[in-house]
């Protein structure tokens, strides 16, 4: 950067001193986070909050992994921020083997805001749609009931596990009269308005199914995790470690999973290193003071940091940027993304021609050389305490459950496609965990299976099984499920 002027240069290391979190930070963060998984687990399911515990770690009622050995037909609605997803699934004879058709539909922006019944009136659309185009049958009624597990990717408490009362909405939806009420019979009563041959069998969050759906097909697999639109994980715990279902009376040694919703994790502000961004990301949010470690991390959030930066920078007049330049376009609030940020970093030239462009047809904005330089470190930058942060979540779990060695399934946009992000969330596990140098990675965060696809499938077939087999536990009517 030797041809980067000296006011840029300043703002870039102040830059790299407010988006830096160091080895110390993350073993101050990680330490704190497995503190609170306890705290979270300790509650009743209707107190989330109180005595510092701002996690909510829902059971889930998914009662162990799968074998392997499941078979059957089973139709899987994946519904996440951007997409909604149908899918058919037949599980295999053959040893963790299965195939799948399945349609992706936009969520339109509209509906996360709008009124409830045009949500699940749009859902059962879709839904009506993919059957009649991949079942040629007279009628729909003429068809025999397929049971079905509904991702369902916000947080919910669940005292059964065919039933979900949504805590909060995330991942930008925010439909009044959700809140606080059971989504199951919401999702059914449009389903039988349009009377479609579906059973629902299982309400699962997108985590728990990605933790499900990898271990599918190993059996190494504890953790799984979403690193996307919204970030969380799922691991299986002893029942009679989760006081919180108590009541129940089933055997300590049982395994439930558990959805921890760790995007919640400091919502308090204790130990997360949030900048004056992190704090305006907050302030104009849907709902401030919520979801305080998702909004450093998930994708939803990164282009919005890299652009309310590069606005303080214009408007600060001891580091002009863009000067003389029409901002609007970069003035308006999350007008970029993470794929934006991803492809700053994916510029292969020295001279950052794409960087360039790409500045110029989002934001009609002519950067010179010093500016697009600015940009990719600051795009590095977000990139980077994203990864690092991240891994706080995994080792806290790994912690917590003395796990030694395992492997993560991880799954999510960030996770997949933001370049990099694997390579500097392993670094920052090595930093957390102590691992020596040389020595090889015992915690592995892998590609996941397809969780809200296959693994809603699987926990579809793992209730209907036990069941049938007499376990009951979070089971409301086996008429319901069978």
Same mark, same amino acid.
């Given at each position: 950067?030797?041809?980067?002027?000296?006011?840029?240069?300043?703002?870039?290391?102040?830059?790299?001193?407010?988006?830096?979190?160091?080895?110390?930070?993350?073993?101050?963060?990680?330490?704190?986070?497995?503190?609170?998984?306890?705290?979270?687990?300790?509650?009743?399911?209707?107190?989330?909050?109180?005595?510092?515990?701002?996690?909510?770690?829902?059971?889930?009622?998914?009662?162990?992994?799968?074998?392997?050995?499941?078979?059957?037909?089973?139709?899987?609605?994946?519904?996440?921020?951007?997409?909604?997803?149908?899918?058919?699934?037949?599980?295999?004879?053959?040893?963790?083997?299965?195939?799948?058709?399945?349609?992706?539909?936009?969520?339109?922006?509209?509906?996360?805001?709008?009124?409830?019944?045009?949500?699940?009136?749009?859902?059962?659309?879709?839904?009506?749609?993919?059957?009649?185009?991949?079942?040629?049958?007279?009628?729909?009624?003429?068809?025999?009931?397929?049971?079905?597990?509904?991702?369902?990717?916000?947080?919910?408490?669940?005292?059964?596990?065919?039933?979900?009362?949504?805590?909060?909405?995330?991942?930008?939806?925010?439909?009044?009269? /959700?809140?606080? &009420? %059971?989504?199951?019979?919401?999702?059914?009563? +449009?389903? #039988? *308005?349009?009377?479609?041959?579906?059973? =629902?069998?299982?309400?699962?969050?997108?985590?728990?199914?990605?933790?499900?759906?990898?271990?599918?097909?190993?059996?190494?697999?504890?953790?799984?995790?979403?690193?996307?639109?919204?970030?969380?994980?799922?691991?299986?715990?002893?029942?009679?470690?989760?006081?919180?279902?108590?009541?129940?009376?089933?055997?300590?040694?049982?395994?439930?999973?558990?959805?921890?919703?760790?995007?919640?994790?400091?919502?308090?502000?204790?130990?997360?290193?949030?900048?004056?961004?992190?704090? /305006?990301?907050? &302030? %104009?949010?849907?709902?401030?003071?919520?979801? +305080?470690? #998702? *909004?450093?991390?998930?994708?939803?959030? =990164?282009?919005?940091?890299?652009?309310?930066?590069?606005?303080?920078?214009?408007?600060?007049?001891?580091?002009?940027?863009?000067?003389?330049?029409?901002?609007?376009?970069?003035?308006?609030?999350?007008?970029?993304?993470?794929?934006?940020?991803?492809?700053?970093?994916?510029?292969?030239?020295?001279?950052?021609?794409?960087?360039?462009?790409?500045?110029?047809?989002?934001?009609?904005?002519?950067?010179?050389?010093?500016?697009?330089?600015?940009?990719?470190?600051?795009?590095?930058?977000?990139?980077?305490?994203?990864?690092?942060?991240?891994?706080?979540?995994?080792?806290?779990?790994?912690?917590?459950?003395?796990?030694?060695?395992?492997?993560?399934?991880?799954?999510?946009?960030?996770?997949?496609?933001?370049?990099?992000?694997?390579?500097?969330?392993?670094?920052?596990?090595?930093?957390?965990?102590?691992?020596?140098?040389?020595?090889?990675?015992?915690?592995?965060?892998?590609?996941?299976?397809?969780?809200?696809?296959?693994?809603?499938?699987?926990?579809?077939?793992?209730?209907?099984?036990?069941?049938?087999?007499?376990?009951?536990?979070?089971?409301?009517?086996?008429?319901?499920?069978?």
């Amino acid at each position: 950067m030797s041809d980067v002027p000296d006011n840029i240069l300043e703002q870039i290391k102040h830059l790299e001193e407010i988006f830096t979190v160091d080895q110390a930070k993350l073993k101050e963060i990680t330490n704190h986070f497995v503190k609170e998984l306890g705290k979270g687990k300790s509650f009743v399911p209707t107190c989330l909050s109180g005595a510092g515990g701002s996690i909510p770690m829902n059971p889930t009622w998914v009662m162990g992994y799968p074998d392997g050995h499941e078979t059957g037909t089973y139709l899987a609605l994946d519904m996440g921020g951007t997409n909604l997803r149908v899918c058919e699934i037949i599980l295999l004879e053959e040893k963790g083997e299965f195939d799948i058709i399945q349609s992706k539909y936009r969520m339109p922006e509209e509906l996360k805001t709008g009124e409830s019944e045009e949500l699940w009136e749009y859902i059962a659309d879709c839904i009506q749609q993919f059957i009649e185009y991949h079942h040629e049958v007279e009628s729909l009624e003429k068809l025999d009931k397929i049971p079905l597990g509904f991702t369902f990717s916000f947080p919910a408490t669940q005292n059964f596990i065919d039933n979900g009362i949504l805590q909060r909405w995330t991942k930008g939806f925010d439909i009044a009269g /959700v809140e606080g &009420k %059971d989504v199951a019979p919401l999702f059914e009563a +449009a389903i #039988e *308005k349009r009377k479609l041959p579906i059973r =629902l069998s299982a309400l699962i969050n997108d985590t728990t199914g990605t933790l499900i759906a990898s271990a599918y097909t190993d059996d190494t697999m504890k953790i799984g995790c979403i690193f996307g639109t919204g970030c969380n994980a799922a691991y299986m715990e002893n029942c009679g470690s989760v006081p919180k279902i108590a009541d129940y009376n089933l055997p300590p040694d049982m395994p439930i999973a558990i959805n921890c919703e760790y995007g919640a994790f400091d919502n308090e502000h204790v130990v997360l290193p949030r900048t004056s961004y992190d704090i /305006v990301v907050d &302030k %104009d949010s849907p709902r401030p003071g919520q979801q +305080a470690f #998702e *909004k450093m991390i998930a994708g939803l959030y =990164l282009g919005e940091l890299f652009r309310l930066v590069l606005v303080d920078l214009y408007d600060n007049k001891n580091c002009p940027v863009f000067e003389g330049q029409d901002i609007s376009k970069l003035r308006k609030a999350y007008t970029l993304d993470s794929s934006f940020l991803s492809l700053i970093e994916e510029d292969p030239y020295e001279n950052l021609t794409d960087t360039s462009r790409l500045l110029k047809d989002a934001l009609d904005i002519t950067a010179n050389k010093a500016e697009l330089e600015l940009c990719r470190r600051l795009a590095e930058l977000i990139g980077t305490r994203a990864a690092r942060l991240s891994a706080c979540g995994v080792a806290a779990i790994c912690k917590k459950k003395d796990i030694q060695s395992c492997h993560v399934g991880a799954d999510g946009s960030v996770f997949n496609k933001y370049p990099h992000f694997k390579a500097r969330g392993a670094v920052a596990l090595r930093e957390i965990l102590d691992w020596k140098d040389g020595e090889k990675d015992r915690v592995n965060i892998l590609a996941a299976e397809d969780g809200s696809g296959v693994g809603a499938a699987l926990i579809a077939a793992l209730t209907i099984k036990r069941v049938k087999e007499g376990n009951l536990a979070g089971i409301r009517n086996t008429a319901d499920i069978l």
